[in-house]
């Protein structure tokens, strides 16, 4: 079982930056591939990135590339989401989650375990 916590969601002007944080409980986190993923008022939860459980391989989706960056640390059993030159559309509700050794992937049923969100709104 593995409980996802994320933070670090706020108001933010249009350009600015954010860095989410998604602490984990369990003892395996490192088997396990996270994903970040949002969800707007009226749209569906959409992918925005995944860094694999054992190669930190890493995917991005394509509106967020350049201006985003996702890390682990085992560790500290957390991933984070940097976000720079943030726009307007990036508003919405962004989730941790978690998939047991598996490839990184953008397929929101694929994971296994899910945060309760961290709501990012940015100001134009």
């Known amino acids: 079982q593995v409980q996802l916590v994320e933070s670090g969601g706020g108001l933010v002007q249009a350009g600015g930056s954010l860095r989410l944080s998604c602490a984990a409980s369990?003892?395996?986190?490192?088997?396990?591939?996270m994903g970040w993923f949002r969800q707007a008022p009226g749209k569906e939860r959409e992918f925005v990135a995944v860094?694999?459980?054992?190669?930190?391989?890493?995917k991005y989706a394509d509106s967020v590339k350049g201006r985003f960056t996702i890390s682990r640390d085992n560790a500290k059993k957390t991933v984070y989401l940097q976000m720079i030159s943030l726009k307007p559309e990036d508003t919405a509700v962004y989730y941790c989650?978690?998939?047991?050794?598996?490839?990184?992937?953008?397929?929101?049923?694929?994971?296994?375990?899910w945060g309760q969100g961290t709501q990012v709104t940015v100001s134009s």
């Open positions: 369990g003892r395996t986190f490192s088997s396990y591939t």
């Open positions: 860094i694999n459980w054992f190669d930190a391989n890493i």
């Open positions: 989650a978690a998939a047991y050794r598996t490839w990184p992937s953008p397929d929101v049923d694929l994971y296994d375990y």
